[in-house]
């Protein structure tokens, strides 16, 4: 009889199952801003009901409703006041289809929809990806705009390099579509560069983390970049035409959305703009790189994307002259040189990469990803000079005045090179994704072989005042106080991975904990290491703001009662750097094997805040931060050659304060205004004078220490005409410390000149994209999908920045540090156009 009973009432409760889900109806549908595009994370809710989803990152929605019942459907997106949709009553599973345009102005998918996602990470921002075709800075890409976000400095527009919270160039990592990028080895100065990997018209998407980031990426202790190419759904064609270069891209897809392809070349030559340098000659730089992602879509969750990178850079160099005044106005003093001899630098790199995703259900993703770099690069100078060194006359009443009145010292110099590199590195892993409701779970494991030749041939002779620095060893034989000569080889291999898990602790209040652990071994120092890390973020007004807006139609003071929009953010990780192969080598071109890795343990406390000024939306950040430094490798900076002591012979802290406000300072555009402050010092063992009496160990300035920088990226337009447009990028930061390169890091106390900046680019529609089909009533404007010409002005200021020394002896042995400056004011004009 008992059974019986259980059985009736589970007939009946499976019949009251069906009964209740016949009774409902499915209304579903893609959301899109008011500029059409995709608007994720809007939250769409029955009025007078509990029924609540989130549209995904394709904008879609699927929502159970109340058969039988006229309802009211509510749209809200992140603190903005919601639309409301009145829908008439539905059938029993009747499927209905509502896909809203909303009025939210979305026009910043930067600040409104793609830094949102994101709002709980520390450190985190989002760049759009548009704004890298209006960057008005002399060298293309996301690295220029980068040097704009709080926590980055820079003092060198020739180069894509930057520091972070007080790291250098070598701890920033490098993500496209999941696979790390490597920057070349031999590049001296910013000029020789060229061109960074990343092509601007193939971006999709800009995420960078200044620190505290999660397990995920990888093994350096300063930053990370991850750039996500586009995947295309039509045809379209890009071209950018300029003094310096030429850009092109394509993109598009079979008719069935299962082939996509981008396409993407480069020429860029920087001729015009190094030769306002004070070095005169024949400059002949060309850089140039050709780029594919090639994706093919087997079914619906199963594909495999290949992506291809080409790129060949040189530059040549004849110098003939050259002539730099610098001191002060009591003792200004005048460098002249007569050259002879070239200078050439040259690398070709390639880069491939098979990425195999699937996706077996809607929550788990996993992905098989290969790839392989390959550099081969080549040094090849005999650079011989004679230089005079004189004394201006600054009486500016003297009929002398601005002309040299006394010669300081003559001297000549040699500086010759043979150095070549070749270096193979090939990784294979495999990386997972499961999202389980409230908790992501991320994991990850790789291993990688690292094959690296490299060739050192070098020497310099100077001979100053008639007193030739070279002198006889026992033999009799002439030795060179910078003489390298070896050839070495090295061989690894590296294990490492990890796992984290994002769990939504509390949804009413987004509380979010994110934890995770990395491992990476390397097999050329038989090192692992450990790397715990976590995030933690909450808003705590979001409970009372999401009742506040549901309420908002019957409340006409509903905006007085809403709240701050604050998130609260922290983070905790540590952050090993093992060697790659720069940090091994020392001055005397040997490898050190008992090198272990660098540490960093990053503290992060921060908020940010959305607001409405001028009823428009803006966001601001502060963070502050600390790094305990430990086990780190000293180096020497000479403009972005970076030199190693190889040996973990330091310690430190690096510490500071970010700032950030960005938004619509004029109304459909976005803009943002950022400012550090940062102090790191280190504390160096073993460092001797040149009388060989060791140095006491004391706190000095670190290399990369730049106390104060303030940065703008703003965009104006006529508001009688937004054809006309403007966009201004202004950089002002403190010296960097910097010493003479005696090889010891405690002479490094010297500052060098702030560095100032302005950029500014002015631009006109030609061929407005906004343009509606029944205004494209000529043939250009029907085969052009929008077009515009820039006028770029570089360095608007004329300032001369220095970015190193030339350091030289008089007459009476003093040593004089003369300022390489950086480049002058240049104008620019190009010309844009998209098919």
Same mark, same amino acid.
């Given at each position: ?585 020392? $001055? +005397?071109?040997? &490898?050190?094997? %008992?090198? /272990? ?6 503290? *992060?406390? #921060? ?106 990226? $703003? +965009?104006?337009? &006529?508001?009688? %005409?937004? /054809? ?6 202004? *950089?002002? #930061? ?102």
């Amino acid at each position: 009889m008992q059974k019986i009973f259980c059985f009736l009432l589970l007939v009946l409760g499976i019949s009251v199952a069906v009964k209740a889900q016949n009774d409902k109806a499915i209304i579903s549908g893609t959301v899109k801003d008011s500029m059409g595009q995709l608007a994720e994370g809007v939250t769409v809710s029955v009025i007078g009901q509990k029924i609540t989803v989130v549209t995904n990152e394709d904008g879609f929605y699927k929502i159970l409703v109340d058969a039988n019942n006229a309802i009211e459907l509510k749209f809200n997106y992140f603190g903005q006041k919601g639309q409301t949709f009145s829908l008439p009553a539905l059938a029993p599973n009747q499927k209905y289809e509502l896909s809203p345009r909303l009025n939210i102005g979305l026009t910043l998918i930067d600040f409104i929809v793609k830094e949102e996602r994101y709002r709980e990470q520390v450190s985190t921002f989002t760049i759009d990806s548009r704004q890298l075709t209006i960057n008005p800075a002399p060298m293309p890409g996301v690295e220029q705009i980068l040097k704009t976000l709080p926590g980055v400095s820079s003092n060198n527009e020739l180069s894509a390099q930057y520091n972070v919270r007080g790291g250098n160039f070598d701890e920033n990592l490098v993500y496209v579509n999941d696979i790390e990028i490597y920057r070349p080895f031999l590049p001296r100065s910013g000029q020789q560069e060229g061109l960074s990997f990343i092509h601007s018209d193939l971006v999709k998407s800009i995420k960078f983390s200044a620190g505290g980031f999660e397990a995920k990426y990888g093994d350096k202790m300063s930053s990370v970049l991850d750039i996500k190419y586009k995947d295309p759904k039509k045809t379209t064609s890009s071209i950018n035409i300029g003094l310096l270069g030429v850009q092109a891209a394509t993109e598009g897809a079979s008719k069935n959305l299962r082939f996509t392809y981008l396409i993407g070349a480069r020429y860029w030559s920087n001729k015009y703009v190094v030769s306002t340098l004070d070095t005169k000659g024949d400059y002949q730089p060309s850089f140039t790189d050709v780029q594919s992602l090639l994706t093919y879509h087997f079914r619906s969750d199963l594909s495999l994307s290949i992506l291809g990178s080409y790129a060949q850079n040189r530059y040549f160099l004849v110098p003939t002259d050259r002539q730099t005044t610098f001191g002060t106005v009591k003792q200004a003093l005048q460098l002249n040189v007569y050259f002879g001899g070239a200078d050439l630098m040259e690398y070709r790199t390639a880069t491939g990469a098979a990425s195999l995703v699937y996706n077996p259900t809607r929550r788990l993703q996993l992905k098989l990803i290969g790839s392989t770099f390959y550099s081969n690069e080549n040094e090849i100078f005999t650079i011989e000079g004679a230089y005079r060194l004189s004394e201006l006359e600054t009486d500016q009443s003297s009929s002398n005045f601005g002309r040299a009145k006394s010669l300081r010292g003559v001297g000549y110099f040699i500086n010759n090179a043979r150095n070549g590199i070749e270096a193979t590195v090939i990784n294979i892993g495999h990386r997972g994704n499961y999202d389980k409701g409230k908790h992501n779970i991320q994991w990850g494991a790789f291993v990688q072989t690292e094959n690296i030749n490299d060739r050192l041939k070098e020497w310099n002779y100077r001979d100053s005042a008639g007193f030739a620095q070279p002198t006889l060893d026992a033999n009799g034989n002439i030795t060179l106080p910078d003489y390298l000569r070896t050839q070495l080889s090295l061989n690894t291999f590296r294990l490492n991975g990890y796992v984290q898990n994002t769990m939504v602790i509390d949804r009413n209040s987004n509380m979010v904990f994110t934890y995770g652990v990395r491992s990476n071994w390397w097999s050329y120092t038989n090192e692992n290491v450990i790397s715990p890390r976590f995030q933690f973020a909450f808003e705590p007004n979001r409970k009372h703001n999401k009742l506040v807006l549901d309420n908002s139609k019957n409340d006409t003071n509903w905006v007085k009662k809403m709240r701050k929009n604050w998130v609260i953010k922290a983070s905790y990780g540590w952050y090993y750097q093992t060697p790659f192969y720069r940090e091994l080598r020392n $001055f +005397q071109g040997e &490898l050190n094997a %008992n090198i /272990k890795s660098q540490k960093s343990i990053h503290y *992060v406390l #921060g908020a940010e805040m959305n607001f409405k000024a001028w009823k428009r939306p803006f966001k601001f950040t502060a963070e502050a931060y600390y790094k305990d430094l430990s086990n780190l490798i000293p180096y020497e900076i000479d403009n972005v050659r970076i030199r190693y002591f190889a040996d973990n012979t330091s310690r430190g802290y690096a510490t500071g304060v970010d700032f950030r406000v960005n938004g619509e300072f004029v109304r459909g555009t976005e803009s943002w205004a950022s400012l550090s402050l940062m102090d790191t010092k280190e504390i160096i063992s073993n460092q001797f004078t040149t009388q060989g009496v060791k140095e006491n160990e004391r706190y000095i300035p670190r290399l990369t220490n730049q106390a104060f920088q303030f940065a703008i990226f $703003f +965009q104006d337009y &006529l508001p009688s %005409n937004d /054809k006309y447009k403007v966009n201004l990028m202004l *950089v002002y #930061g403190s010296g960097f410390p910097f010493g003479i390169p005696d090889h010891n890091r405690y002479n490094d106390v010297n500052s060098m000149p702030s560095y100032r900046r302005v950029d500014i680019g002015f631009t006109k529609d030609l061929i407005p994209e906004k343009l509606k089909t029944s205004q494209r009533n000529s043939f250009l404007k029907r085969h052009i999908k929008y077009a515009n010409l820039a006028l770029d002005v570089f360095n608007l200021l004329g300032v001369d920045n220095t970015i190193s020394y030339t350091w030289l002896q008089d007459a009476t042995a003093q040593t004089w540090a003369v300022p390489n400056y950086l480049t002058s004011r240049r104008l620019n004009l190009k010309l844009q156009m998209k098919f």
